[in-house]
């Protein structure tokens, strides 16, 4: 069944025969700053969604997972090789803060990997300006 089509004016009579008034959502002004901001930068998409590699050592990917323990969190920061779908480095920690992000990136160093790209969902802490400078 089709509905019949509307008019913008059509409605704002029938609202105001009816008395409704609709209540119009303020827009979040934090939302304009952040995205002005360096503290949360956009990278470009390098990989775009080319999850089958084939060379091992060349794309990483990272996420940081929040573990439910004794009524708090702990967090656990992981980087994947995503050739060979290995673990290459990963910290434990009961704080969310950059030394932990930090020493996940800095254990990877151990290994011979030139022009590695890590892709990330460049969430806060995998994006904040004390990481990318």
Request: include cysteine; charged fraction near 25%; glycine fraction near 2%.
């Amino acid at each position: 069944m089709r509905l019949p089509d509307m008019n913008h004016k059509k409605i704002q009579r029938i609202m105001r025969k009816y008395e409704l008034r609709t209540k119009v959502r303020k827009r979040n002004p934090y939302r304009q700053m952040m995205k002005e901001s360096l503290e949360h930068r956009m990278f470009p998409n390098e990989l775009k969604r080319n999850f089958k590699q084939l060379i091992p050592s060349r794309v990483f990917c990272t996420d940081i997972t929040y573990i439910p323990f004794q009524l708090n969190f702990t967090y656990l920061s992981v980087v994947k090789d995503i050739a060979s779908g290995e673990v290459v480095s990963w910290d434990l920690s009961m704080k969310l803060d950059m030394l932990f992000v930090l020493n996940t990136i800095a254990s990877m160093s151990k290994l011979s990997c030139d022009k590695a790209i890590i892709h990330s969902d460049q969430g806060f802490h995998l994006s904040n300006h004390f990481l990318v400078t």
